[in-house]
C-alpha cells in the first residue's frame, strides 16, 4: 500500500548540515569580531598606559 507522504529521507541531514555551517560560520565570524574588533584594540591600549605609567614612573627615578 503505497503512502500519501513522501518519506522523509536525507532532511534531517541536510537540516543538520545546514544548523552546524551556520553556527561555525557564525561563531567563527562573530569571534574573529570580538577578538580583533574589541579584545586586541583593548588589549593594545592597556599596554600603552602601563609603558606609558612605567615611562613616567622611569623618568621620575632619573
Do not use: K
Not at 503505497?2 to 518519506?7: F, S, V, Y
Not at 555551517?21 to 569571534?31: P, V
Amino acid at each position: 500500500m503505497a503512502t500519501a507522504i513522501a518519506p522523509i529521507t536525507g532532511i534531517l541531514r541536510r537540516a543538520l548540515v545546514l544548523d552546524l555551517s551556520t553556527a561555525f560560520g557564525f561563531g567563527t565570524t562573530f569571534g574573529y569580531l570580538w577578538w580583533y574588533g574589541y579584545h586586541l584594540p583593548r588589549v593594545r591600549a592597556r599596554d600603552e598606559y602601563y609603558n606609558r605609567l612605567e615611562q613616567e614612573r622611569a623618568a621620575g627615578q632619573a
